[in-house]
């Protein structure tokens, strides 16, 4: 039988550490998943608050229920709270009750306009920099500052 490498599926295996920590050799690679803080090497696990397909590996070997280990944020009872207050769609523009000093009030444009090209990094300097001399530099040889080891005189003469 002739098999394409495309079409080869490589398959999981989970190795048990503990009880809640698994590794997950998965296509060359390894994950580390950690069921008890719900955590996955890979970092999907704990950004979407989802099994990875790692933990669902961990989980399907382990038969435990995958919902037990997702947010409550993606189960039902939360969608249907965020259903559950009221909304008041607004009336008609021309029904709407505007205070005069807001009615009245003027709002223009900014009065710079961004120079163009790519905005220039600015980093605030630790006090220890805000301290220091400009362009200082030391010699490496004495240890001196305003020279360098070339124009060194404290350096010991060859014979």
């Known amino acids: 039988m002739n ?3 495309s079409h080869v599926k490589f398959t999981t295996k989970v190795v048990p550490s503990t009880e809640y920590l698994h590794t997950v050799k998965d296509e060359g690679r390894h994950y580390t998943v950690c069921l008890l803080e719900r955590k996955c090497s890979c970092g999907q696990f704990q950004v979407d608050e989802l099994p990875s397909p790692h933990a669902w590996d961990v989980l399907k070997r382990k038969f435990l229920m995958p919902e037990d280990y997702c947010s409550d944020y993606y189960k039902p009872k939360s969608v249907v709270m965020t259903y559950e207050v009221l909304v008041y769609p607004l ?16 709002v223009l444009p900014p009065k710079w306009k961004r120079p163009p090209g790519r905005p220039k990094k600015k980093r605030d300097k ?7 001399k400009k362009n200082q530099h030391s010699c490496s040889i004495c240890g001196q500052g305003g020279h360098n080891k070339r124009t060194c005189r404290n350096a010991p003469h060859r014979t």
């Open 3 to 5: 098999v394409n490498a």
């Open 91 to 106: 009336p008609d523009q021309n029904e709407w009750n505007i205070p005069a000093h807001i009615s009245e009030e003027v």
């Open 126 to 132: 630790l006090f220890s920099e805000l301290l220091q």
